[in-house]
């Protein structure tokens, strides 16, 4: 019978013993009140973002938000692409375990019953909400957003969301063209409005009816951007992706300015993430579907009321809505921040932690027989302390942190399904690790049948500095191996 997960336990070997020794240190009992608990999720966000030093991009409510918070500034997903990625963070185990690839597979009858981060939530007494994106729609949540095992109300999806590709935007040619990335009038679409807008006003309903609930809430807000076309000249690609992030910033502000309102602020911690980065033109490429930091690197930042900052005092308020379009205010630096390398997986022991609930175990391998376990390590020792201070930048941190992620892909050289090719044409995996000083993948030999990863069978490597080659541009794994050249 062939070994699960076998690409895992490769790696997992090295660093196997430096782990478990880490773990036992970062458990405990950890008391709060039942914080209740925000979760947003935006898609297909990488760190452009002024917390994270983009000059560019224009978001100071998220700003704000990182000023009071916890910001991992080398957070990677497991895979750069949204349905793997969220069934990976929201079940706390990696694709392999997952077995989803694709978009094509639900995880409960095809991998393994495992629970939900808003399941553990929900079966220790919190009502739990989706608004919006959160599980990827379709077979990967069975359709359903993993209803009702996840959620204690049915998830809400803006009815604007169909709009999708209605005619919108006019063209040169002066006719209304389908999904162009174009400024919209929103007295002129359809209803009215558009689907992120749609989801602040329905989280903000949520919120206002859990203020005086006796149970602990947790609610996740999925925000999701429109696909950028990649006929569109480079240049306003890149302008169109920053327009999108201040957009969507503009949504959490209102979002966050009502937590304010509501006097909310001091018994709920909010975490922010994505389910993976995005790709601007980095090494000719658009979108997310690989192993580069550009498509795996992800915002996550954490504010825990009364630990990543001062409980505000009675009227002040820590998230008033700024507007990104506004004269240029000062930006606002992160409020603590981590250099190490941490990966989304990360989440379900790290939200069950802060919330004071137990830590599920870590898995056993195989685990597909364990409906409650993590595979990512807990992050509550980085709040522990009011001492952490790791500031960005400063390298030569703790040197045993990694993030993996995989990619899959369907032959050595690129074709028509190479971005996303089905569970049964997958040929090739590129497995990736992430250290504070470098990226190393290597793409091997895989049996979709049998979910096994042939280590003996190396199909190419890369090697990447981050000191010396921040964006990865000069593969240097042949000088390291002697190995094959990457074809990817
Ligand atoms: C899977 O887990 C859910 C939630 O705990 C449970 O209700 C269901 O019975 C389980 N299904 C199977 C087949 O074990
Ligand atoms: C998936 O959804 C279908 C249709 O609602 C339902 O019959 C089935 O039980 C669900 N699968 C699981 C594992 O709950």
């Known amino acids: 019978m062939p070994l699960p997960g076998q690409g895992l336990l490769w790696f997992g070997v090295v660093l196997g013993s430096i782990y478990a020794s880490r773990e036992s240190a970062t458990q405990g009992n950890w008391t709060t009140d039942a914080l209740n608990v925000l979760l947003i999720i935006v898609d297909d966000l990488r760190p452009s973002l002024g917390c994270y030093g983009d000059r560019l991009a224009k978001s100071p409510n998220i700003d704000q938000l990182a000023s009071h918070s916890l910001l991992f500034y080398n957070a990677f997903a497991q895979q750069a692409v949204c349905a793997p990625s969220r069934v990976s963070f929201l079940t706390g185990r990696r694709p392999d375990t997952t077995r989803l690839y694709d978009f094509n597979s639900y995880w409960r009858v095809h991998a393994g019953n495992f629970s939900t981060i808003p399941q553990y939530f929900k079966e220790n007494g919190y009502v739990t909400m989706s608004v919006g994106k959160v599980f990827h729609p379709g077979i990967s949540s069975n359709h359903s957003d993993d209803s009702p095992y996840s959620w204690s109300v049915p998830p809400y999806h803006p009815s604007s969301e169909k709009y999708e590709n209605t005619k919108t935007c006019r063209g040169p040619d002066g006719e209304l063209h389908a999904n162009l990335l174009c400024p919209v009038d929103v007295a002129d679409v359809p209803e009215g409005t558009l689907p992120d807008k749609q989801s602040t006003e329905q989280a903000i309903q949520l919120l206002t009816k859990m203020k005086t609930s006796a149970e602990p809430f947790f609610l996740a807000v999925g925000y999701h951007k429109p696909h950028i076309p990649f006929r569109y000249p480079k240049r306003k690609i890149r302008q169109s992706y920053f327009a999108s992030v201040s957009y969507m910033d503009t949504q959490v ?236």
């Open 253 to 488: 502000g209102r979002l966050l300015s009502a937590l304010d309102d509501l006097q909310l602020a001091t018994g709920t911690m909010v975490v922010l993430t994505s389910d993976h980065g995005w790709s601007l033109g980095e090494h000719g490429e658009w979108a997310k579907y690989s192993n580069f930091d550009v498509s795996t690197r992800v915002p996550l930042m954490f504010y825990v009321p009364g630990r990543t900052a001062p409980l505000p005092e009675a009227g002040q308020r820590l998230f008033p809505y700024v507007d990104p379009f506004a004269p240029a205010s000062e930006l606002l630096e992160p409020g603590q921040s981590v250099l190490d390398p941490v990966e989304l997986v990360a989440l379900f022991p790290t939200l069950a932690g802060l919330a004071g609930l137990h830590v599920p175990p870590l898995c056993p391998v195989p685990s597909f027989h364990v409906e409650l376990c993590r595979e990512g390590q807990s992050l509550l020792k980085y709040f522990r302390s009011s001492s952490v201070e790791v500031e960005p930048g400063l390298l030569g941190g703790p040197r045993e942190s990694i993030a993996y992620s995989q990619y899959p892909r369907p032959a050595d050289s690129p074709q028509w399904n190479s971005d996303k090719p089905s569970l049964k044409d997958i040929k090739v995996m590129g497995y990736s690790i992430r250290t504070i000083d470098y990226r190393y993948t290597v793409w091997v030999s895989f049996d979709p049948r049998e979910f096994l990863a042939n280590f003996s069978e190396v199909h190419a490597g890369e090697l990447y500095f981050v000191d010396s080659d921040p964006w990865q541009d000069h593969n240097v794994y042949n000088g390291s191996q002697g190995g094959p050249s990457p074809r990817h």
